[in-house]
């Protein structure tokens, strides 16, 4: 065990390493792909792709896997068929992005997405669990969602304890934002039929 942690500890030091090396040098999605193939990064290491910028993901608290667990659940229960539903899977907005949101919501594809990742035209609705990230998810993680015209983003707020929504981007903004407590339920603007409770992922 002391080993494997080790081992995880030299690993994220040269994680930390290379994307303080990168901070001045845009990079492509081809260029990301070709890190992971080359080993320079590895699947499982806890990084993604904004804006040409490697960005390091946080570990995930208690309540965020809580949460995007309950989420995941319930939309996989609420949907069936209708739609694809990946938990911390990627989406390719651009030729410079490829971040992996908590939840993408996408149309049903016959491969279940083992051939290629979802891109904007593919995706529903994307959710982003925060804590930490709150303040990035708002701002830049959230323009890079509107400018590749997601359709509708939702941030869990776990620091307020409220969902927030985002529609109708215009301009690589939102122009539809909502807030919602744990006593309301909401639905997916693409499936306006399921509606589903605040209080049922909300720690």
Do not use: C
């Amino acid at each position: 065990m002391a080993d494997t942690k080790r081992q995880s500890g030299r690993r994220d030091t040269a994680v930390s390493e290379m994307l303080e090396t990168m901070l001045d040098h845009p990079i492509t999605v081809d260029e990301y792909h070709r890190m992971v193939e080359t080993g320079r990064l590895r699947e499982g290491d806890r990084v993604e792709l904004l804006n040409g910028r490697l960005i390091a993901v946080p570990p995930p608290s208690p309540p965020h896997s809580g949460s995007n667990n309950a989420l995941f659940a319930v939309f996989v229960r609420a949907l069936g068929d209708r739609a694809h539903v990946g938990s911390q899977s990627p989406v390719i907005l651009d030729d410079w992005s490829e971040p992996e949101p908590d939840l993408v919501v996408s149309r049903p594809d016959p491969n279940q997405y083992m051939t290629r990742h979802p891109r904007p035209a593919d995706v529903f609705f994307i959710v982003e669990v925060s804590r930490s990230t709150l303040s990035f998810d708002r701002s830049e993680k959230l323009e890079a969602y509107a400018r590749s015209e997601i359709p509708e983003v939702w941030i869990v707020d776990l620091v307020h304890r409220r969902l927030e929504t985002y529609a109708e981007p215009t301009g690589g903004t939102y122009t539809v934002r909502n807030e919602h407590g744990r006593d309301d339920r909401v639905a997916p603007r693409a499936f306006p039929k399921d509606a589903i409770a605040v209080a049922s992922f909300m720690p």
